[in-house]
Nanobody
């Protein structure tokens, strides 16, 4: 069982920056594709970004492209989401997820393990 623990959430002003981290318990972390999803109150969970095992390939939702950057450090078993120029509509609980299936898709069903989430609130 892979445990994922997110951190780094909080309150940030629009136009500022924030970095989320997700630490994994699994020693074979580098074998997983990793993703970030978010869920705002009253809305469905949506895809944010994903990254391949080695970190060379990434995938972003159109809504965050050019503002957010996903990266990973396999030695630290951690994946990051750098949020630059956040907007109030980015306010949500952010979840990291791990996929064994060799995909960095935007479909939540492709991911096998999920963290408990971290709240991000962007003030205008």
């Amino acid at each position: 069982q892979v445990q994922l623990v997110e951190s780094g959430g909080g309150l940030v002003q629009a136009g500022g920056s924030l970095r989320l981290s997700c630490a994994a318990s699994e020693r074979t972390f580098s074998s997983f594709f990793m993703g970030w999803f978010r869920q705002a109150p009253g809305k469905e969970r949506e895809f944010v970004a994903a990254i391949s095992r080695g970190g060379s390939n990434t995938n972003y939702a159109d809504s965050v492209k050019g503002r957010f950057t996903i990266s990973r450090d396999n030695a630290k078993k951690t994946v990051y989401l750098q949020m630059n120029s956040p907007k109030p509509e980015d306010t949500a609980v952010y979840y990291c997820a791990a996929s064994k299936r060799g995909t960095y898709s935007g479909y939540g069903g492709d991911y096998d393990y999920w963290g408990q989430g971290t709240q991000v609130t962007v003030s205008s």
